[in-house]
């Protein structure tokens, strides 16, 4: 079942610096060109979001890199942007919410969409 989720829910979010607190979302400060534990753990996020959406819609994307993410740390909650490509080389930007469930180290893709265009 895909939740409906608003345009802009999540995904493009300004945090102040001073701000913490649970159910905070936080954006990834990091580089996602750079081969380390955090950027890995949110390509892994994407390739599974995307694996979805392929499963849901028939389609045949690939993941092809990471535009954005938030997390929400207190219930392991990712917001991710990301880029992927058909067979035919058509790019699209998605959005998914993939969640972790920490002791079990599982993760659930409760969402995932192309963005829709603003």
């Keep these: 079942?895909?939740?409906k989720i608003p345009t802009r829910d999540g995904f493009d979010v300004v945090v102040p610096t001073d701000v913490a607190g649970c159910g905070i979302l936080k954006p990834f400060r990091g580089s996602f060109e750079v081969d380390e534990p955090d950027?890995?753990?949110?390509?892994?996020?994407?390739?599974?979001?995307?694996?979805?959406?392929?499963?849901?819609?028939?389609?045949?994307?690939a993941f092809g890199k990471l535009l954005k993410a938030n997390k929400e740390a207190?219930?392991?909650?990712?917001?991710?942007?990301?880029?992927?490509?058909?067979?035919?080389?058509?790019?699209?930007?998605?959005?998914?919410i993939v969640?972790?469930?920490?002791?079990?180290?599982?993760?659930k893709v409760r969402f995932c969409r192309?963005?829709?265009k603003s």
């Design 1 to 3: 079942m895909m939740m």
């Design 39 to 61: 950027s890995n753990h949110l390509k892994y996020c994407a390739v599974l979001a995307v694996k979805s959406y392929n499963k849901n819609y028939k389609t045949t994307f």
């Design 99 to 107: 969640h972790e469930d920490e002791p079990l180290s599982r993760y």
């Design 114 to 116: 192309i963005k829709p």
């Design 74 to 96: 207190c219930c392991m909650v990712n917001y991710i942007t990301f880029e992927a490509m058909d067979g035919s080389g058509v790019r699209e930007t998605f959005q998914a």
